[in-house]
Nanobody, 129 residues
Framework: VQLVESGGGLVLPGGSLRLSCTAS????????IGWFRQAPGREREGVSC????????YYVDSVKGRFTISSGNANKTVYLQMNSLKPEDTAVYYC???????????????????????WGKGTLVAVSS
């Protein structure tokens, strides 16, 4: 199983980026995908997740209304559209996959307390003027 993130980069405050997570997973529809981020010197935090089979989503409060997660099941890719970016969004963003949506949501809420099955290597997002 392999997860590959892309789409990171340097953006001005208020700008937008779209991250992609492409998965080489059999039965992709049966998995949930979560986005996490880790800023320098800080613990990893959850951002959002999606249940591929029915599109159910969850967002942490800090990104609600600014970030949108979506799934392109045909190409086994999950997207994170990030708008109105702030300097505090600067981090390495990781995607992770798990076969259980409840566990995925729990991991988003408490990354240190819940494990995900598979992880990507991350993509850097830097928001700065």
């Amino acid at each position: 199983v392999q997860l590959v993130e892309s789409g990171g980069g340097l953006v001005l405050p208020g700008g937008s980026l779209r991250l992609s997570c492409t998965a080489s997973i059999f039965f992709f529809d049966n998995y949930s995908i979560g986005w996490f981020r880790q800023a320098p010197g800080r613990e990893r935090e959850g951002v959002s997740c999606i249940k591929n089979i029915d599109g159910r989503t969850y967002y942490v409060d800090s990104v609600k209304g600014r970030f949108t997660i979506s799934s392109g099941n045909a190409n086994k890719t999950v997207y994170l559209q990030m708008n109105s970016l702030k300097p505090e969004d600067t981090a390495v963003y990781y995607c992770a996959a798990d076969g259980n949506f409840v566990n995925t949501m729990s991991a988003i809420k408490d990354p240190q307390g819940h494990a995900m099955e598979y992880w990507g290597k991350g993509t850097l997002v830097a928001v700065s003027s």
